[in-house]
């Protein structure tokens, strides 16, 4: 037996066990991905008796911090005189609820809710009052409570730990599929987008779809596998070009052109089955969350911080993801040209 057939042999007994080890320990859904850029790296690492291209784990930015976010929302005072006064509204019962120590400990949502059922009682208690004094001062507090709404809006988008989760976790990739959540994440970005301005929201509802946001962290997900897949085929590609593989195509010898056989055989199983695939529903993701982001980052009271981390996250790193996919794809067209092989023919 000739010592190329034995290290094809070790080569190949070598992915078995790496394949056995994966099903032993459960491979999760959510790391398929870096598995197969690993395998894909590893393969060709395998034909070309050469070590690996290196791989990069790969993990998102900080996320902004609760002082970069958060805004001191205006306070309004009430004496008691004037808190007596309201006895014949909802209002009362409403103010005197917040004032209890449970009602000042406020998730960002139950806050949000909160300032939207004060404007709506106010209302109601101005269209009930018949003193004038006490209407001005009513509406003057409805002024105040208007922009304490708008930013209790952005508080619970930017600071609710759902929001956080689902737009900084490191837990996964992207899969591909139904189970990344696409749906109940436009969903959830539309919900959340039209809260503002609804005239009532049912808190159930709303805490659902932030649940949703944390539990799929589709958009964490699809970011960081945007860098994953950039650093990995930078690495891939650069390393690819070291081989040298075009220059040998002219006067290649047998060997040569088994190992250019293997090498498209394994293109073919790992990066166009596989690694494209999944890059192709990434872009698919990226363009219909976009218009529901852009609505988003249109809105003045957003922190500059939380548009900051969306851009650079959502569309530079999208863009930064495109060049390294188009630099590899372009590499193999010039072997394929060059070389005279296609895939697909296996």
């Known amino acids: 037996m000739t010592s190329n057939c034995i290290s094809h042999k070790r080569n190949y007994i070598k992915l078995f066990l790496t394949g056995l080890i994966c099903l032993l320990v459960a491979c999760k859904p959510s790391q398929q991905l870096a598995e197969d850029l690993k395998t894909y790296q590893q393969r060709m690492a395998s034909v070309l008796e050469q070590p690996n291209a290196a791989y ?21 005072t009430i004496k008691l005189a004037e808190f007596y006064q309201l006895q014949h509204c909802q209002l009362a019962t409403i103010i005197a609820q917040r004032n209890t120590t449970l009602g000042k400990l406020q998730l960002p ?4 809710l909160y300032e939207k059922t004060i404007i ?6 101005i269209a009930q009052t018949q003193d004038a004094q006490l209407k001005i001062k009513l509406q003057a507090w409805l002024n105040v409570k208007s ?10 988008l930017q600071t609710s730990t759902e929001m956080k989760q689902g737009l900084s976790s490191n837990s996964g990739f992207i899969i591909g599929d139904e189970r990344d959540g696409l749906g109940e994440t436009l969903l959830a970005l539309t919900f959340l987008a039209q809260s503002l301005q609804s005239s009532s929201i049912d808190s159930h509802e709303l805490e659902t779809h932030l649940h949703n946001v944390a539990k799929s962290a589709l958009l964490a997900n699809l970011w960081r596998s945007q860098i994953l897949l950039k650093e ?22 047998a060997k040569t052109k088994q190992n250019l056989s293997y090498l498209l055989n394994v293109f073919q199983l790992y990066f166009i089955e596989k690694i494209q ?70």
């Not at 911090?65 to 929302?73: I, K, M, V």
């Not at 709506?120 to 208690?125: F, G, K, N």
Request: hydrophobic share 30%; proline share 6%; charged share 20%.
């Open 232 to 253: 990995n085929l930078e690495n891939t590609t650069s390393w690819l070009h070291q081989q040298k593989l075009a220059e040998k195509c002219p006067s290649a010898n």
């Open 120 to 125: 709506t009682s106010l209302e109601d208690c």
């Open 56 to 76: 990069n784990n790969v993990s998102l930015p900080a996320y902004p911090t609760l002082s970069d976010l958060r805004q001191d929302q205006p306070e309004t």
């Open 109 to 112: 949502s139950t806050r949000f």
């Open 147 to 156: 922009q304490s709404l708008i930013i209790a809006w952005a508080d619970m």
């Open 277 to 346: 695939v999944v890059a192709s529903q990434l872009n698919n993701y990226h363009y219909q969350i976009s218009p529901k982001l852009e609505s988003l980052l249109k809105h003045p009271s957003l922190s500059p911080a939380f548009k900051d981390y969306i851009q650079q996250q959502h569309y530079q790193h999208f863009a930064d993801y495109q060049i390294a996919m188009k630099e590899h794809i372009d590499y193999w067209q010039k072997i394929f040209s060059q070389c005279q092989i296609k895939p697909g023919k296996r």
